[in-house]
């Protein structure tokens, strides 16, 4: 059986947390301080924190952003739930906007549309690792006065206009799920420019706590903590940090692995009618977390049947990113809501097994018995 994805983990990684184990420093302390510092090297922030996966991210950027009971945030319905559950924990609504059906990221009209007057933000997801346009979103929120918050989830060593996601704007949330280009089991992590924003997410990462345990171990003085305000338990432990460090160093080599399988899927399908393949538009760069085909509407073919036959197969597919509005957790609050474009990409992608290390006899059976079965 041919999996979807799978980490790429090997014994530097194992040798790191091992390390730390026995280190006796195991949770939020001098690993999660390299990652952080080595994070933000590689992305070109100006802050990183780390934070236990991307869901909490996205929650603490909420509130460092200032989003609150009764105000809107603009965001896809066509992306992972955590995307929308992060807006329901400040007790603000998620308003769905349309995506573009050729990358899967908001579709920047649709969006300008349904900006109120209680819109507090925008959450712009770059899906499976393909940037969205970071610039045209950054000019509407300053045209309205809005927040802009990245979710990066999928997005780690992608880039937009040269530059590494993570650098270009104020809050940009990224994973470390097993399911990501990289992983540390479970962890996250925030960028940031705003040196304000860098202070609070690291009281609200540790109980609001004044000192972190780091500075009260280092000092020769006798330091008592102060709890500035409610917080939150969110850390990542430095085993999993550890594991980071080592993952983070193999990301560029991993996503060059990644594209390569892209390109050879791209060139063996291309020619095949009914169909729409990744495109990666000038200045933007996609890690390939994961490669997704669009059945267009002249595509005859059906796209669970697809599925089917290439499990039969011995390959493992997965349908098109969700929409949150049609999940049971939200769909009777959004009963009226209709979303036709994000729908549609939902029921008629198709997602193909895409890791490192792939098997080059693995990636020519994805490759022929996918073309195989659009042959019509
Ligand atoms: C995976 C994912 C998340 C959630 O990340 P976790 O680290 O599992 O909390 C959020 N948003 C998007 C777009 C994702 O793909």
Not at 303 to 320: C, F, H, V, W
Request: charged share 25%; glycine share 6%.
């Amino acid at each position: 059986m041919i999996p979807i994805a799978k980490p790429y983990l090997t014994k530097k990684e194992a040798k790191a947390a091992y390390e730390t184990i026995l280190s006796g420093w195991i949770t939020q302390g001098p690993r999660v301080a390299e990652f952080e510092q080595k994070f933000a090297d590689y992305t070109g922030a100006k802050y990183s924190v780390a934070v236990s996966n991307c869901t909490t991210a996205l929650h603490l950027s909420m509130i460092v952003a200032g989003v609150g009971t009764g105000d809107e945030v603009i965001c896809p319905s066509m992306s992972y739930i955590a995307t929308a559950n992060s807006i329901k924990y400040v007790g603000a609504k998620p308003v769905f906007a349309e995506i573009d059906p050729t990358n899967y990221n908001l579709d920047i009209q649709d969006v300008e549309k349904r900006i109120t007057a209680k819109t507090k933000a925008i959450l712009l997801v770059h899906q499976i690792g393909m940037p969205a346009d970071i610039d045209v979103f950054k000019d509407l929120a300053v045209k309205y006065n809005l927040k802009l918050i990245e979710d990066a989830a999928c997005a780690a060593g992608s880039s937009y206009k040269g530059k590494k996601i993570g650098s270009h704007s104020e809050l940009v949330c990224f994973s470390f799920h097993p399911r990501k280009v990289i992983s540390t089991g479970d962890g996250g992590m925030i960028t940031t420019s705003n040196e304000a924003y860098y202070n609070r997410l690291k009281l609200l990462r540790q109980h609001g706590m004044s000192v972190n345990d780091r500075t009260r171990h280092e000092s020769s003085k006798l330091i008592f903590e102060d709890h500035l305000e409610v917080g939150y338990n969110y850390r990542l432990t430095d085993i999993q940090a550890s594991v980071g460090i080592k993952q983070l160093e193999k990301l560029d080599w991993l996503i060059a692995k990644r594209r390569k399988i892209a390109s050879r899927y791209h060139k063996a399908f291309k020619g095949i009618p009914g169909i729409q393949l990744p495109k990666e538009k000038k200045g933007f760069f996609s890690n390939y977390q994961s490669y997704s085909i669009y059945l267009k509407d002249e595509c005859p073919q059906n796209r669970n049947e697809i599925m089917q036959k290439m499990l039969d197969a011995g390959i493992s597919t997965r349908r098109g990113i969700m929409t949150t509005h049609r999940e049971t957790a939200y769909k009777e609050e959004y009963a009226g809501l209709s979303l036709p474009v994000s729908e549609k990409a939902c029921d008629r992608s198709i997602i193909l097994p895409l890791f490192v290390p792939m098997k080059d006899d693995d990636i020519e059976k994805v490759i022929e018995t996918f073309s195989k079965i659009l042959k019509y």
